[in-house]
């Protein structure tokens, strides 16, 4: 295991590939399932949300549940999650009675891709790029993209683990917000704020890799802060725990794997309270770890995570 830089760009779905198959999932189960375009990012390509849910055209009051996919370009297992969660849920709803129920009682946002900019250029040229950025030009440079995952407009730069160099990976951009891909979520997200009261109460950000189950403050080493109390750790912690004993990552907060500024989940506790944990999905770091493992083990790693999101739904209720 480890070292899998040489595995293909075709093992996984590109973009135009997975935006085919979602859209054909999307047409297989019309009952149950929405696109909706988000929004566009930099250089204009749609980012979807597939709404997942009976009654799917009507606005009801459930809790809902938001899985994010694919922020950085080169954990494109985390799109491949996006698909299987899509074809897992639609077979089974009607056939297995957690799936069934969940999607009863909950509407579920899939986002398959928030960063197809970054997706595309990491993927397309015929080898892997290693990119993780957007790929929106900066300003007296000629350093291209924004980190995503440290743009979000809460503590914004305050603290470290993001960089103010536009040639950083870690770069958080001129401004919070400033990455088109982050205002098209940012915006999404405050549009489920229904009669003065959040809609969704649970989130998971899918990332690669390390095997992890992340939950906020990154900003702080601290587990409680101002807007974290001890219940509220306590509460990440318990069904960060549950999540992890299912799926066999290791679960802590965000700050202990290193300190982030900007961060989604910090937003979307920190603003919105929602329940939001970050997916560092397959593999692990003890075999070295590596963005592009090969595409046999994508089955087997999506399934991996099928009965933690259903304990997340299942405590969105509760949250
Ligand atoms: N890891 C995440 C990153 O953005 C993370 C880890 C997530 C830290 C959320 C803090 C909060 O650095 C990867 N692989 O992107
Ligand atoms: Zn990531």
Redesign the pocket.
């Known amino acids: 295991e480890g070292d899998f830089t040489t595995s293909s760009p075709s093992q996984y779905h590109s973009y135009a590939q997975m935006t085919a198959a979602v859209d054909s999932i999307v047409q297989q189960y019309p009952n149950l399932m929405r696109k909706r375009v988000i929004g566009r990012s930099h250089q204009g390509r749609e980012i979807v949300a597939i709404k997942v849910s009976n009654n799917v055209g009507v606005d009801e009051n459930k809790p809902e549940v938001l899985f994010t996919h694919g922020?950085?370009a080169r954990?494109h297992l985390t799109v491949e999650q996006a698909i299987y969660t899509l074809r897992e849920f639609g077979q089974g709803y009607g056939q297995d009675s957690r799936i069934t129920r969940m999607l009863n009682e909950r509407e579920l946002w899939i986002v398959p891709s928030v960063n197809p900019d970054g997706k595309v250029y990491d993927q397309d040229s015929g080898s892997w790029r290693n990119w993780?950025k957007n790929r929106q030009p900066n300003s007296g440079t000629t350093a291209v993209g924004t980190?995503i995952?440290?743009n979000w407009n809460y503590r914004w730069g305050c603290c470290g683990?993001s960089s103010g160099n536009p040639g950083s990976a870690?770069y958080r951009g001129s401004a919070p917000e400033s990455a088109t891909e982050t205002k098209v979520l940012a915006d999404f997200v405050r549009s489920r704020v229904v009669g003065g009261e959040q809609q969704i109460t649970a989130h998971i950000?899918f990332?690669?890799?390390?095997e992890?189950i992340?939950w906020?403050f990154?900003y702080t080493y601290n587990d409680t802060a101002p807007g974290l109390t001890r219940d509220d750790r306590d509460a990440f912690a318990t069904v960060g725990t549950r999540m992890a004993a299912s799926n066999g990552y290791r679960p802590q907060q965000?700050?202990d794997?290193?300190i982030?500024d900007g961060?989604?989940?910090?937003w979307m506790w920190g603003v919105h309270g929602i329940f939001s944990y970050?997916f560092?999905m397959y593999p692990g770091s003890a075999y070295g770890g590596g963005f592009y493992p090969p595409g046999s083990v994508i089955n087997r790693e999506t399934a991996r995570n099928r009965e933690a999101m259903l304990i997340l739904m299942e405590n969105a209720d509760c949250m």
């Open positions: 922020m950085h954990e993780r980190d995952n440290r683990g870690t950000d990332h690669s890799y390390s992890l992340l906020p990154g965000s700050s794997l290193y982030t961060s989604i989940n910090d970050t560092e």
